[in-house]
């Protein structure tokens, strides 16, 4: 089986939390295009969970279901290329370094398909597994691609293409499922206080990229 590499997004392949970029833009582009609609759900949700009275999964959930249809294909490209100038180009580096020993290259993340899937190809990564959008599932299947749920769909990704996890680059804790599968390396990117503080207390070994 190829050897794979499993890259984080937000925090680790670029500097920051993507999606709070996406709400944003797609707050100030339905302001611009007179969809006032759109713009009064997102900042209901995001005041839910700004009060605590919602969970960031179904606040994510929410939406992407109103902002799906609105931003298509040209909208989707003028996003990413407002994120991709916040790469991390020392782990992008390091990234481009594996795939020298031919393994693959899979950018799995919390974030939606719909522009992480740009984003792997606009990096010219091999795949991707990520949260999916609304329409692709019922409302009572729909899950974030974040911690176990991550880990299990990850792997059945690798799975399902005939790969094997070898190495996983991160900078959260909400990745220990995935940090404690079996693998030749577990690299750990800027990682805060409390993931060092959880890898410790699981016992996971771990190099960490500066």
């Given at each position: 089986?190829?050897?794979?590499?499993?890259?984080?997004?937000?925090?680790?392949?670029?500097?920051?939390?993507?999606?709070?970029?996406?709400?944003?833009?797609?707050?100030?582009?339905?302001?611009?295009?007179?969809?006032?609609?759109?713009?009064?759900?997102?900042?209901?949700?995001?005041?839910?969970?700004?009060?605590?009275?919602?969970?960031?999964?179904?606040?994510?959930?929410?939406?992407?279901?109103?902002?799906?249809?609105?931003?298509?294909?040209?909208?989707?490209?003028?996003?990413?290329?407002?994120?991709?100038?916040?790469?991390?180009?020392?782990?992008?580096?390091?990234?481009?370094?594996?795939?020298?020993?031919?393994?693959?290259?899979?950018?799995?993340?919390?974030?939606?398909?719909?522009?992480?899937?740009l984003i792997a190809q606009r990096?010219?990564?091999?795949?991707?597994?990520?949260?999916?959008?609304?329409?692709q599932t019922g409302s009572r299947?729909?899950?974030?691609?974040?911690?176990?749920?991550?880990?299990?769909?990850?792997?059945?990704?690798?799975?399902?293409?005939?790969?094997?996890?070898?190495?996983?680059?991160?900078?959260?804790?909400?990745?220990?499922?995935?940090?404690?599968?079996?693998?030749?390396?577990?690299?750990?990117?800027?990682?805060?206080?409390?993931?060092?503080?959880?890898?410790?207390?699981?016992?996971?070994?771990?190099?960490?990229l500066k």
């Amino acid at each position: 089986m190829q050897k794979a590499i499993v890259i984080d997004l937000d925090g680790t392949l670029l500097v920051i939390n993507t999606f709070k970029h996406y709400i944003g833009f797609v707050g100030k582009l339905a302001c611009q295009k007179g969809r006032l609609d759109i713009a009064v759900v997102l900042a209901f949700w995001v005041g839910l969970r700004k009060c605590r009275w919602v969970t960031h999964e179904r606040m994510k959930y929410h939406i992407l279901k109103c902002s799906e249809h609105f931003m298509d294909k040209h909208r989707l490209d003028r996003f990413v290329d407002s994120i991709v100038p916040f790469l991390n180009k020392k782990v992008y580096e390091n990234a481009l370094a594996y795939r020298k020993q031919h393994y693959w290259l899979c950018l799995s993340t919390a974030a939606p398909i719909s522009y992480a899937s740009l984003i792997a190809q606009r990096l010219s990564l091999d795949s991707v597994c990520a949260t999916p959008m609304p329409s692709q599932t019922g409302s009572r299947m729909w899950k974030e691609n974040v911690k176990e749920t991550k880990c299990k769909n990850t792997l059945q990704h690798l799975n399902q293409n005939g790969l094997q996890l070898a190495a996983l680059m991160t900078d959260h804790s909400d990745d220990t499922p995935l940090l404690k599968v079996a693998k030749e390396e577990n690299i750990l990117v800027n990682p805060s206080i409390k993931t060092l503080k959880m890898v410790n207390q699981n016992h996971i070994v771990y190099t960490i990229l500066k």
